[in-house]
Nanobody, 127 residues
């Protein structure tokens, strides 16, 4: 089992940047594929980024590709989401998620594939 705690959210102007962190408990963080999702009020949870156990490959939807970067530090049990060129439509609660992955190159893009979730961190982008 793993526990996830997100941090780094906040209020930023359009065009600005934020870096989210997700700290994981446990000694086998490198066994988990990780992902970031977001949910805006009144909307469904949306996939944002995914990363395999070993840090590559990664995957992004078109809505954030080229602006967001997911990375991980297995020694620090942490996954990051660097968000640049933020837009008002990026406003949401951002969640990190984890799933045990038996293939070191696999990543997952659907929320139902993940077993563990953090509590979320609010990101607000003002226009």
């Amino acid at each position: 089992q793993v526990q996830l705690v997100e941090s780094g959210g906040g209020l930023v102007q359009a065009g600005g940047s934020l870096r989210l962190s997700c700290a994981a408990s446990g000694r086998i963080f490198s066994s988990y594929a990780m992902g970031w999702f977001r949910q805006a009020p009144g909307k469904e949870r949306e996939f944002v980024a995914a990363i395999s156990r070993r840090g590559a490959p990664t995957y992004y939807p078109d809505s954030v590709k080229g602006r967001f970067t997911i990375s991980r530090d297995n020694a620090e049990n942490t996954v990051y989401l660097q968000m640049n060129s933020l837009k008002p439509e990026d406003t949401a609660v951002y969640y990190c998620a984890a799933v045990v992955s038996y293939n070191r190159d696999s990543y997952y893009t659907r929320a139902q594939e993940y077993k563990y979730w953090g509590q979320g961190t609010q990101v607000t982008v003002s226009s």
